[in-house]
């Protein structure tokens, strides 16, 4: 193999300053411009939004931020239960009084002077709760009513950036060996090839198959870096769990991460039963409720320090609670005096506490950006572990990097990278001489690395146990060399052989269905085609998304035959590359409850029994778009375990690995004309 290429380490990290402002400019713009051009409602609607609140109550919570509680505003809500929306913890949001639904162009700006920005720290049926940033609108009073609106993250983005200056700034002299490896100025230091013979792992898993195993001792083995590819199914979770299992037993202290908050607790929650000592960061209003026993912030209320910590944190609520009561302004101002110091003693006994918890556990769990927090600072690791590393970006795998010598990444390159916005969006006039420079935020540093090193840092799971033999079958030939086998357990597995009552027909003895809509007869539909939607235009809420209503009639058609077999709507799942697509199936969330409709970018990491996959583009140029994404094609066929339906137009097939999936299906699946003379249309 020819010796790496490589990177100079400042210029890196400049291009990438350059293109993470980009990326932060276009998420600004985007939300500027939806907030100013749309209504609250239709925020709402498009789940960016939650409407009609009211302060309920305010509290002191982690760090002594103030946390407030939102719930409906009684005078307009009939049940007391927050309306639909699409507001998750951890979102970055603005709390402010609720425009008049009249008012015109609502600038951020002056709704973010009336209003106060914020984290979002717990959601639930009837109330929202808002950790407030410091300095900005702690002493805003909400008396009337509010909303909460979604605003672009630029505290990820910081923390980014933050690293991104040091190794712009980092002499040469100041390089380990784990960073000249990372950025090709040395090779990594070999490892044996023969470590199928090396007896010194006991295995403590006895389920683990022989491509796990070898991953694993590969990864134990490498001394600067190690890749485990993982595709879908291959149990990428349950090896890293062996691995930090085996890392302890040899006495090193891992820093495990990931790009989401669900992909840190899915790890706390599997290694929870080994009975290993691990400390999860990251505010517990976002970890699943099983983790929270691992939680820094419930340890530190439950350890002996914490003890202390608790008594301010409890006269800093009673502060706040008196501001209310007192009516003159010189008291007003002597509480809010009190109130700063008691949050500076808050916080610095708050970090000794911290700092001893951290620096007696052997794994510490964190979300990547959560690792830039101050809890880490100066901690130092033998290990970084990041797992979904091909779903984050590579300026955010860097926040944890410089606190190790050693990473693992575990990820998949051939399913889909990290959603950036700056790629599409028309403000960004940069674009081309960045990307001229061979770099775009879509390398993500499995990437990176692996076109760097090439295949000798990686091991392959190849033991699937998710999917039927004939699914697995496409993108195993297409995209991982033929070499993924399925599990025996799955291998044959039908809808009809479900544990509860299925009836054997043609629709559950099938694991692939392709219903074939050529002929023209099926046509797509553009956003801006539709004189009456009122999201067509500039800052559509749906871009310029796809959707295509007699499609949809026949996905309403085939999940109608699979419950009337017997399937439980709750085992099935419709998923569609285009939003617009998502808006015209929504009810059947109605008419079958428990099916879940998701975006194949959404859908990405999860699995159900029967699938059914609506490819929507249909036109006489054969244009398809971001469909024509093999990686977007991969996660959208490698979701089900059992059944997978596919729906959509063999004609309309420009791209080559589409085309060749066509000819797959048309090969080796049960194929289906539709008749439109007796389609019963909608859904
Ligand atoms: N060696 C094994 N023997 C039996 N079952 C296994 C083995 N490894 C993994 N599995 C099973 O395979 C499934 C997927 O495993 P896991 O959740 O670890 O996968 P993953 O690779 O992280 O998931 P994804 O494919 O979504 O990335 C789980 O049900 C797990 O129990």
């Not at 091909?390 to 693992?408: F, G, N, R």
């Not at 004939?470 to 799955?490: C, G, Q, W």
């Not at 797959?664 to 249309?681: C, G, K, Q």
Request: proline share 5%.
């Amino acid at each position: 193999m020819s010796p790496p290429q490589p990177v100079d380490v400042a210029s890196f990290a400049r291009t990438q300053l350059a293109l993470l402002e980009q990326e932060l400019q276009s998420e600004v713009q985007e939300t500027s411009s939806l907030i100013s051009n749309h209504s609250p409602t239709a925020l709402q609607r498009a789940g960016l939004a939650i409407t009609g609140l009211t302060l309920s109550s305010q509290r002191t919570g982690l760090g002594g931020k103030t946390v407030l509680e939102l719930s409906p505003d009684a005078a307009t809500s009939a049940t007391g239960d927050l309306p639909e929306h699409g507001i998750r913890t951890g979102d970055i949001v603005l709390v402010a009084e609720q425009p008049a639904g009249s008012a015109r162009k609502r600038e951020v700006q002056d709704l973010e002077r009336k209003g106060a920005r914020g984290v979002v720290t717990r959601v639930q049926k009837t109330a929202v709760g808002v950790a407030l940033d410091e300095g900005t609108g702690e002493d805003v009073s909400f008396s009337g009513r509010v909303w909460i609106v979604k605003l672009a993250d630029e505290v990820t983005f910081k923390r980014m950036k933050l690293m991104m200056e040091r190794l712009e700034k980092m002499d040469e002299s100041e390089y380990t060996s784990f960073i000249r490896v990372l950025f090709g100025l040395s090779s990594p230091s070999p490892v044996s090839t023969d470590l199928k013979t090396d007896p010194d792992v006991a295995w403590l898993d006895p389920t683990l198959n022989e491509s796990q195993k070898d991953a694993i001792r590969f990864a134990l083995a490498s001394r600067e870096v190690a890749l485990i590819h993982g595709p879908p199914g291959t149990g990428k979770t349950h090896t890293l769990i062996e691995l930090i299992l085996q890392m302890v037993k040899q006495g090193q202290r891992i820093l495990v991460c990931g790009p989401s908050n669900i992909s840190v607790d899915n790890i706390v929650e599997r290694l929870s039963p080994h009975k290993v000592p691990i400390l999860r960061l990251g505010h517990p209003a976002r970890l699943l409720p099983t983790v929270l026993n691992h939680s820094l912030d419930v340890l530190t209320q439950t350890s002996d320090a914490g003890v202390i910590v608790k008594d301010v944190r409890a006269e800093m609520d009673a502060k706040q609670a008196s501001i209310k009561k007192t009516k003159s302004g010189k008291e007003r101002k002597a509480i809010y005096g009190d109130l700063k110091e008691l949050r500076k003693e808050f916080r610095t006994r708050e970090r000794s506490c911290v700092s001893n918890l951290v620096s007696g556990s052997k794994v510490v769990l964190a979300t990547l950006h959560g690792a830039g927090g101050s809890q880490l600072r100066n901690a130092q690791f033998d290990v970084v572990i990041i797992d979904e590393a091909s779903q984050a970006l590579e300026a955010q795998c860097w926040v944890p990097l410089l606190a190790a010598k050693k990473v693992v990444c575990a990820g998949d390159h051939l399913q889909l990278p990290p959603t950036i916005k700056s790629l599409n969006s028309k403000h960004n006039k940069s674009k081309a001489k960045v990307s001229a420079q061979g770099m775009t935020l879509e390398t993500t540093l499995f990437d990176r690395l692996l076109a760097l090193h090439g295949p000798a840092i990686k091991r392959m799971l190849t033991t699937q146990y998710r999917m039927h033999e004939r699914i697995m079958r496409f993108p195993s030939d297409e995209l991982y060399e033929s070499k993924l086998m399925a599990a025996d357990a799955v291998k044959a597995r039908l809808l009809r052989d479900l544990d509860y009552d299925v009836q054997d027909g043609e629709d559950t003895n099938e694991p692939l269905i392709f219903i074939d809509t050529q002929g023209g007869d099926f046509p797509e539909r553009a956003e801006e085609d539709d004189p009456e939607n009122p999201r067509k235009g500039k800052s559509a809420l749906h871009g310029d998304s796809k959707s295509n209503e007699m499609e949809a009639a026949l996905v309403r058609q085939h999940v109608a035959a699979l419950t009337s077999a017997g399937v439980r709507a709750e085992d099935i799942a419709v998923v569609t590359p285009y939003n617009a697509q998502l808006a015209v199936l929504a009810p059947l969330k109605e008419r079958f409850p428990g099916i879940e409709l998701g975006s194949v970018d959404g859908f990405q990491g999860r699995e159900k029994e029967a699938v059914i996959v609506s490819l929507v583009r249909s036109n006489p140029e054969g244009e398809v778009g971001f469909l024509g994404e093999k990686r977007r094609l991969n996660v959208a066929m490698t979701r089900p375990k059992r059944s997978l339906t596919v729906i959509g137009d063999s004609d309309t097939v420009q791209s080559p690995f589409l085309k060749k999936w066509m000819a797959f299906l048309e090969e080796n699946a049960d194929l289906r004309y539709p008749d439109v003379t007796t389609l019963e249309m909608g859904v």
